[in-house]
Nanobody
Framework: QVQLVESGGGLVQAGGSLRLSCALS????????MGWFRQAPGKEREFVAA????????DYADSVKGRFTVSRDNAKNTVHLQMNSLKPEDTAVYYC???????????????WGQGTQVTVSS
């Protein structure tokens, strides 16, 4: 089994920054491509960012490109999402996910964290 634990969410004013972290543990062999998704109230879950095991592949949703940066520290089995210039529309529960594949589709990932709330006030 693989466990994912997100942290770093909170309340921030528009224009501010937050850094989310996702700690990966358990039988992680080959389950190490990572994605970030978010779900706002009343909306469907949407892709935010993804990063491959070695970090050579990264991808961002158009809505966050230039503001968010995904990175990973494989020595610590941790993935980060640095979020700058936050907007009220970024308010959502943010989830990290891990899988054998990497991509924009949630079905690419086998394991999910419990989520962390990000609230951006105007």
């Amino acid at each position: 089994q693989v466990q994912l634990v997100e942290s770093g969410g909170g309340l921030v004013q528009a224009g501010g920054s937050l850094r989310l972290s996702c700690a990966l543990s358990g039988r992680t062999f080959s389950i190490n491509n990572m994605g970030w998704f978010r779900q706002a109230p009343g909306k469907e879950r949407e892709f935010v960012a993804a990063i491959s095991w070695g970090g050579s592949f990264v991808d961002y949703a158009d809505s966050v490109k230039g503001r968010f940066t995904v990175s990973r520290d494989n020595a610590k089995n941790t993935v980060h999402l640095q979020m700058n210039s936050l907007k009220p529309e970024d308010t959502a529960v943010y989830y990290c996910a891990a899988g054998r594949l990497v991509g924009r589709v949630g079905g690419s990932y086998e394991f999910w964290g419990q989520g962390t709330q990000v609230t951006v006030s105007s």
